[in-house]
């Protein structure tokens, strides 16, 4: 069963506009972690914002924040003040299993943004 | 601040050849996660090395083998490469007393095209 579900394959937004992006997961964990990566069109993964499961207060990172529903399994990413750099493929993904060494990720479909001026 | 380094960024090899990547974490971070993600895909886990042991295994196909090394280098070595194989490679490294559990910092990807 999917882990991560990103339910928008794509999205365009005005500049200077806000956007979110949705996402769910699925987890029998009380302890786990969300986080948002931007992939930009050369490659690489840029890590954004992170929400842990135990944190009441809503994560933000400057433009960034996290809309965390812990009842509903959802962690949505909201981008505030689009610029035409935030024109990106992002994807969310899930950490469990915090009792060991292990960090895998598991990455949801992502989300095309598409900034437009 | 040194990142994870890949080598080499780019790859083109012919179906049935070999192709090694090599990944060098961040200094002192102690584990290095391998990821294979297809064009239009979300990257997907292949093989992780916790201290220089194997410590996950994901979906790596059987004809591909990955070790750490003493100075935590890693080496995914991919052999009969078939045209599927053609996909951007992710190495990850973290440290298991970060301050966001579960950080990984990634490389700027190796991208494999099998021809």
Do not use: N, V
């Given at each position: 069963a999917q882990k991560i579900t990103q339910t928008q394959p794509g999205m365009f937004v005005q500049e200077k506009e806000a956007v979110t992006l949705d996402c769910t997961y699925d987890t029998s964990d009380q302890s786990y972690g969300?986080?948002?990566?931007?992939?930009?069109?050369s490659g690489e993964m840029i890590f954004l914002i992170y929400q842990g499961s135990y944190d009441e207060q809503n994560a933000t990172e400057g433009r960034y924040s996290l809309n965390f529903q812990k009842a509903r399994k959802s962690a949505n990413l909201v981008i505030s003040a689009?610029?035409?750099?935030?024109?990106?493929?992002?994807?969310?993904a899930m950490r469990e299993g915090f009792d060991s060494n292990d960090y895998k990720l598991s990455f949801g479909a992502g989300t095309t943004v598409t900034v437009r001026a | 601040a040194a990142g994870v380094?890949?080598?080499?960024?780019?790859?083109?090899?012919?179906?049935?050849?070999?192709?090694?990547?090599?990944?060098y974490p961040?200094?002192?971070h102690d584990t290095v996660y391998w990821y294979q993600q297809g064009p239009g895909q979300d990257p997907q886990?292949?093989?992780?090395?916790?201290?220089?042991?194997q410590?996950?295994?994901?979906s790596i196909p059987d004809r591909f083998s990955?070790?750490?090394?003493?100075d935590y280098h890693s080496e995914l070595n991919m052999s009969s490469l078939e045209l599927g194989d053609s996909a951007l490679y992710f190495c990850a490294s973290s440290y298991w007393d970060r301050e966001i559990p579960g950080e990984l910092f990634f490389g700027e990807g190796s991208r494999l095209t099998v021809l």
């Open positions: 969300l986080f948002w990566y931007k992939q930009p069109s689009s610029q035409l750099g935030d024109s990106a493929m992002y994807f969310c | 380094i890949q080598s080499p960024r780019h790859l083109i090899k012919e179906k049935r050849e070999t192709a090694t990547l090599k990944c961040i200094p002192r886990f292949l093989i992780s090395f916790y201290e220089k042991m410590s996950d295994k994901g990955a070790q750490q090394f003493s």
